[in-house]
């Protein structure tokens, strides 16, 4: 799939509304979605399609287009000043420009020492770094309980799966998913161990994630309320 560009295009309502055309060579129609992470909207073209029939479509469901990028959360960009949730627990970004050192957690802060120009890049890797600790620690307590090994864990930035288990044994998870609460980002991992026993969502399967973790109902309805608010970190 191959981007063609980004452009900010006015639709029925007269508001702006970013738009990315992509052409897919797998697409069979025209589509639409939202990308959260980007606050816009993907325009998705067959090989041979007109971005005129992506504009009618977009057109045709311009309401609900507009609707759904304006109840995005506000993104929060990577930079001094901004409020990053860890654990669930909001913490205010410390820029340090003076001060040398890796980054840092202080009792609801993340302290960031080096130059402006710095800080998101670094900040970016300490929040993926914590992530990658945080669910190799669980994932080693939830395999150990199953008398299982994962062949590997990777971390993700996806835009629909929180986490996933390949045929193989690979463990994936979105390293967003450190910024959920805990017992959130305890179930997500639970589940994919789970799929080392069960690569399925059969009643053997739902039974190895009760033993690993009570969380299962209400993480669920967490990261389906809360969910697209990560995606606009960053």
Request: charged letters at 20%; glycine letters at 8%.
């Amino acid at each position: 799939m191959d981007q063609i560009d980004a452009e900010p295009i006015s639709l029925a309502s007269g508001q702006p509304c970013p738009v990315r055309w992509r052409r897919s060579r797998r697409a069979r129609r025209v589509s639409i979605r939202i990308d959260l992470r980007a606050g816009a909207v993907v325009v998705t073209l067959p090989p041979r399609a007109r971005r005129r029939a992506g504009m009618a479509l977009l057109t045709t469901h311009a309401a609900w287009v507009m609707g759904r990028l304006a109840a995005l959360a506000p993104h929060t960009p990577l930079e001094a000043g901004a409020e990053i949730p860890l654990g669930g627990l909001l913490h205010t970004v410390s820029h340090l420009p003076e001060a040398a050192g890796e980054v840092a957690l202080a009792p609801g802060a993340i302290l960031v020492p080096g130059e402006a120009a710095t800080l998101a890049p670094r900040l970016a890797a300490f929040l993926k770094a914590e992530a990658g600790r945080r669910i190799r620690v669980l994932v080693a307590g939830h395999a150990a309980l199953l008398g299982v090994t994962p062949r590997a864990i990777r971390l993700k930035d996806t835009r629909s799966r929180w986490g996933s288990c390949a045929p193989d044994g690979t463990l994936a998870f979105s390293w967003r998913l450190v910024m959920a609460p805990d017992w959130v980002l305890d179930y997500v991992v639970a589940h994919e161990v789970a799929h080392l026993k069960e690569l399925n969502h059969g009643a053997r399967f739902w039974a190895h994630v009760a033993r690993l973790t009570p969380h299962r109902d209400a993480a669920v309805a967490w990261l389906r309320e809360n969910g697209p608010s990560l995606l606009r970190v960053g």
